[in-house]
């Protein structure tokens, strides 16, 4: 398959890792770890991931400021003006917005395919085979097209896409047999639904997870930020290809925080969802790492480290990627045994709700040591 | 009280710590770590604890070749002459012997404490008051005094000292009044008793754990080596001041491995056992340091480290002593959780037997690795 020469990539890898402790944490947060055990950190591996498709130099960056120079070490290759650094966090909308304002000085013909950084993905040929579809979907149709996992289980911390049989579109298409039976119309966004509703959704059989992927056309792209989030488009389609530092601080501090779900996604009526083919994961917690990782005949799933274990079972241990290390677990059954440089863990996998509170309590020691 | 200007203390720091795994290794065993969290090695507290009785310049350590640029790191005040390398390890009778003659050189009329390097003493007053009440004792009667302990479970790993009471000499001092009831002849010594034979020791109450703690003066001890031990005393006491390192290597070689236990205490009839007032531990295994270490409300030992629980409870917490180092651990009860520089072990505590096994298999792993 030829490469689309207006094809684009955005990766967001902005965020600050609050969940993922002790190994992310602010100062180094999910998508700057080599969390999967690879040799290679979910920021890498995303670029990666894309190259196959995008070349390097058609993929931007957007970050904070706080990591940009993190992100150049991790991606030598790229040129400066593919690391964007925003001054502030202003959710994914902007975020977007920025991105697409420097790729449109570049390439107005753009295609852009937005993307996480710090997602998991597994079978990757089905991943760029569906990426390739819904590239050559909005080549042919003013769609916004986001990719939808089938959820497996009724988790709270997911964004819900709800979708519909393409009615219209379908009978417009059946007749050419052009329409595939894997993409849907949207109906509803819901981010982060109480445990009564996401068990709802998933018995309803209506719903896709939000993958957090968007492909969409510059022109279309554009359009509906000057629909739904004029204000934004307003201020960043203006922006000039050698925008100043200072001009940039400015849009930042009186720009709107809203993600691009609650922004466009949750409005725009041309919204279609495909049905990811991949296996994805958005490792978000230890439990969802284990879930997503390779399992011994103990179902234990060791990630990096040289971990012996004895008598231990569905237990999951990610250590600092070192070979002179060792970790040695006898009698553990359905624990996180994980280390970051600073910090060790042992906490039931089930009881990792707490992590907000461990991290909290090293913290506050770490304060009063200080004073 | 006045202190006995011919007290020595021999310390024997030879040890190879195979058991307290992976704090201790064969390159740093027990008496170069800081096993109970105070900040100093075993071997520090063991000097810092006798030159109360015995000034530095009378302490004398034996080593192994391997360890005696550690000790002189860890000892910096004493001289090189009291730092004693043996050459090959010969067990603790050669090892006396060796530090013995050195003494013989410089005090002829020395009275010797032997102590392990190892072991961890509490009540420290009464610890001085047993030493300084052997050493009196010892000037006034032709005995070799060895400190037992109150034995509180069958422990296998133990010497156990059978002692009776005094028929004889108690009577001969009871109208003076002068023969304290702490002071027992000795009937037999037995090493390592299988179970069953350690629970019969304890149930008899004829028995004491030793201490290996011997007082003798140096005539005393060179007369019991010439008895029990003639090839040994024939060769170390007839070194000169001046031995070269050629000479000590070849006496070394030809030397006897045994313990003094085997070779003197098991035959000669003028042992004494004095009753330890003080508490005292082997703190040869995980288990003995947890015992003898201080618990929280739940039953949690943390000797070092910045450590974290939650519904954690009879758990070891020994992590290097680092105050940027966290861990926290939750929902763990009767663990053991320690860590050398580059070895992490989270062990239930009744399953440490199998310390032995682990610490193979890590060491196969590095062998395995190098080639």
């Known amino acids: 398959m030829t490469q689309n020469k207006h094809l684009w990539c955005v990766i967001m890898a902005g965020g ?35 190259s196959r498709i995008c070349p390097k130099e058609r993929i931007v960056i957007v970050t904070g400021d706080a990591y940009a120079d993190r992100v150049r070490e ?94 219209t579109s379908r009978q417009k298409h059946a007749g050419a047999g052009e329409q595939p039976d894997n993409l849907f119309e949207v109906v509803t966004f819901t981010e982060k639904p109480p445990l009564e509703m996401a068990r709802n959704f998933i018995a309803s059989g209506e719903f896709f997870w939000n993958a957090g992927i968007f492909v969409w056309t510059l022109p279309v792209l554009r359009k509906a930020y000057e629909t739904y989030l004029p204000a934004i488009a307003d201020t960043f389609f203006n922006l000039s290809s050698d925008t100043s530092r ?19 996604m949750e409005h725009a009526s041309n919204v279609h969802v495909l049905a990811a ?40 241990v990610v250590m600092p990627n070192d070979r002179t290390k060792n970790v040695v677990l006898e009698g553990l059954d359905g624990y996180i045994v994980a280390a970051s440089r600073d910090t060790l863990l042992v906490c039931r996998r089930k009881n990792e709700d707490q992590l907000f509170r461990f991290a909290s309590d090293v913290e506050l020691k770490k304060l009063i040591d200080k004073k």
Not at 29 to 47: A, E, R, S, W
């Open 277 to 316: 083919s991949f296996g994805w994961s958005d490792v978000e917690t230890w439990d969802s790492l284990y879930e997503v990782s390779r399992h011994d005949r103990n179902g234990n799933a060791v990630l990096c480290g040289n971990v012996f274990t004895y008598d231990t079972k569905n237990t999951l």
């Open 74 to 167: 991790l991606l030598p290759d790229l040129e400066s003006w593919q690391i964007l650094a925003e001054p502030l966090r202003r959710n994914t909308a902007p975020c977007i917005a920025y991105a697409a304002s420097v790729i449109a000085h570049r390439d107005p013909n753009a295609t852009i395919v937005v993307t996480p950084s710090d997602h998991a993905v597994f079978r990757r040929e089905r991943f760029l085979a569906d990426i390739r579809q819904a590239v050559a979907t909005v080549a042919d149709h003013d769609w916004i097209i986001t990719l939808g996992a089938l959820p497996t289980r009724p988790d709270t911390s997911y964004g819900y896409i709800q979708f519909r049989e393409p009615s």
């Open 16 to 50: 600050i890792g609050s969940r993922f402790w002790p190994v992310s944490n602010p100062d180094c947060p999910k998508q700057f770890i080599d969390v999967m055990g690879t040799g290679n950190t979910m920021l890498q591996m995303t670029v990666e991931r894309f």
């Open 246 to 264: 200072e001009e940039l601080e400015n849009v930042y501090s009186h720009c709107e925080a809203i993600s691009v779900d609650n922004g466009i």
